[in-house]
């Protein structure tokens, strides 16, 4: 009876501590875990094509991003709110518009619109 009423506390107890865990763990989750989420260091890369008007390697480096995107938005979905995330891929998609227009003010703003998302993400 007595190890009934213990665990009767200790389940509550430790879900509750795993799912804070969670809700906390954004601005963990964002950081890269290998070579294909390295999402803003894509940016910043993107950021210099766009400068030196390479577009080419400025589109290699906005798909990449995307695809970063898309393993990381998988790990922080619970712990980050989602407009943020809708807001991180609008920008994202915008900068692909822009380099496809070849519109190098249209993409730094949106470069840097995407720097301050990122700073708040999971704060």
């Known amino acids: 009876m007595k190890k009934q009423s213990w665990l009767l506390y200790a389940i509550p107890i430790v879900m509750l501590l795993l799912f804070i865990a969670?809700?906390?763990s954004g601005t963990w989750l964002k950081k890269p875990f290998g070579t294909q989420d390295r999402l803003f260091e894509s940016i910043q890369l993107l950021e210099k094509h766009v400068q030196d008007?390479?577009?080419?390697k400025a589109k290699a480096q906005v798909?990449?991003?995307m695809q970063a995107w898309d393993r990381i938005v998988n790990r922080i979905q619970f712990s980050v709110e989602r407009e943020t995330i809708y807001d991180i891929l609008g920008a994202l998609a915008r900068m692909?518009?822009?380099?496809a227009a070849k519109d190098d003010q249209a993409i730094m703003e949106e470069i840097y619109y995407f720097y301050a998302l990122w700073d708040n993400l999971g704060d």
């Open 63 to 65: 798909d990449y991003a």
């Open 96 to 99: 692909q518009g822009g380099i």
């Open 53 to 56: 008007k390479q577009w080419t």
């Open 22 to 24: 969670i809700m906390v």
